[in-house]
């Protein structure tokens, strides 16, 4: 018995001098696989920056983080070889971008998502330091303006209040990308501002004796009411003097508002010379009202007709005494201007037609765009047409006429006004003023009774053109 149980226990003991050397042969083997690994060169990519936010319509920056190669004793930073796209900050959402970082003929590549997002709320700014709350419980405009970076302008979508328990109006206002601005006005119960007034012209305005006038007006706004613009005085165009005119407003709350307009009527300053009123291009559907008008005052002008218009226009225009003259039939600059046989076939055209209608065939013309005109080049070929026709017209018995006072109704000039003010501050004091107009323009044909009564009052005369009359003839420029 005694000798099994130490038989028993050298086995024991074997067994563990056999798990202690299996032990140590394992512990040998994984420092020695270990120390392996640990000396194999690769890619350390754990720094790498896998997802980006960056802010809408910022300047990108790239950023990627860090990867490197080598092993546990060393690793070399790499910089990437080559970016393969770009980030569009302007456009929000997802973007991808593939980095590749090589070293010597190891190649790794990555992907990294930037999310380009808006996390900027609007900018809410205002005018004024308090805002109104009207009788009518409005709240008034306070010069409120929101811009977003994202947006634009938000200002129509922002929310208003007016907060009781303290007196404070709050404004709200959330942007596509549900950014949220706030700001909070201090408000005072009562409207203590008066409506404002606005001239329409100048506040003081001269004109000379018996010359025309009409007021301009004004406009008032008021911030809580819609308010009624009354206007007291008058002006006397036919006496000497300074006038008044009064534009009043009162709102609900009865605050007043008040602005003067002074009008000067000036002793006129007299003037001397010929008018010559001319009228291309027609006749129009406004011809019979300018013949009116000339009518009216006795004054005859001079009409350079096309072939448009009725007959009995150009027939009119002639019983009454103006001078009808010609402007080619078509008018057309392609046609007349490619040559000077279709320039004189169009102008004997238009001779007949005048001729048919009146029994007068008319010798008085006026070249489409002026005998200075330069859009002729662009048709003639470089043969310089209107060096030739400005000759051989006058060769056949003609007599072109150009003008030295222009309306600026072909051109800059769009209203009655403008016509008026180009025409009258051009005059000739003492000499002839041939003016340009066309009585196709109904503005401009607006403008004629203002230039007839201007021009009586200051001693002008007026005339139709006659082949003795001042042709104004311009430089030839083709």
């Not at 169009?346 to 065939?361: F, P």
């Not at 010798?363 to 026709?389: C, E, H, V, W």
């Not at 006058?394 to 403008?418: H, I, L, M, P, R």
């Amino acid at each position: 018995m005694k000798k099994q149980q130490e038989k028993a226990k050298g086995g024991s003991k074997k067994s563990e001098i056999f798990l202690a050397i299996f032990l140590a042969i394992t512990i040998v083997a994984s420092l020695v696989c270990a120390t392996i690994f640990a000396l194999r060169p690769e890619f350390d990519t754990l720094g790498f920056l896998l997802t980006r936010f960056v802010d809408y319509d910022s300047e990108y920056q790239t950023d990627y983080g860090k990867v490197c190669y080598g092993t546990v004793f060393g690793c070399e930073v790499l910089t990437p070889e080559n970016i393969d796209a770009a980030v569009d900050t302007k456009t929000l959402g997802q973007q991808e971008i593939k980095y590749i970082f090589k070293h010597n003929n190891e190649v790794v590549e990555l992907k990294q998502t930037v999310f380009v997002v808006d996390k900027t709320p609007p900018v809410i700014t205002v005018e004024k330091e308090k805002a109104t709350i009207c009788l009518n419980d409005k709240i008034a405009n306070f010069g409120l303006k929101v811009e977003d970076n994202y947006d634009g302008e938000l200002t129509e979508k922002a929310t208003i209040k007016y907060r009781e328990e303290d007196q404070k109006v709050v404004i709200d206002v959330k942007d596509s990308n549900e950014n949220l601005a706030t700001y909070i006005l201090p408000a005072e119960l009562g409207d203590t501002e008066s409506p404002v007034i606005t001239l329409n012209g100048d506040e003081h305005i001269s004109i000379y004796q018996n010359n025309w006038y009409s007021d301009a007006g004004a406009t008032v706004v008021d911030n809580c009411d819609e308010v009624e613009l009354k206007t007291t005085g008058s002006v006397n165009t036919n006496a000497v003097g300074a006038y008044e005119i009064t534009y009043s407003a009162t709102d609900n709350s009865g605050n007043v508002a008040s602005v003067k307009r002074t009008v000067e009527v000036k002793q006129p300053q007299r003037a001397s010379g010929t008018i010559y009123l001319t009228f291309d291009d027609g006749p129009s559907q406004y011809t019979a009202r300018l013949l009116d008008i000339l009518k009216k005052y006795n004054v005859k002008a001079t009409f350079f007709v096309t072939g448009r218009g009725d007959d009995s226009l150009i027939l009119r225009e002639h019983n009454e005494g103006h001078t009808v003259a010609l402007h080619t039939f078509s008018h057309d600059y392609a046609y007349v201007y490619q040559s000077e046989e279709n320039f004189f076939e169009d102008l004997y055209r238009i001779q007949n037609r005048v001729k048919n209608i009146t029994g007068v065939a008319p010798t008085l013309i006026r070249f489409p765009g002026g005998s200075s005109n330069t859009i002729s080049a662009n048709y003639d070929g470089g043969q310089r047409i209107m060096s030739k026709l400005v000759k051989s017209v006058q060769e056949k018995g003609f007599t072109y006429f150009d003008w030295n006072v222009s309306s600026g109704d072909a051109g800059g000039a769009t209203t009655s006004d403008a016509v008026f003010n180009n025409v009258v501050n051009a005059l000739k004091n003492g000499g002839s003023s041939v003016v340009l107009q066309h009585d196709i323009k109904g503005f401009s044909v607006d403008a004629v009774e203002r230039i007839i009564q201007y021009a009586l009052n200051r001693g002008y005369t007026f005339a139709p053109l006659t082949a003795s009359s001042f042709t104004a003839h311009h430089g030839v420029n083709n």
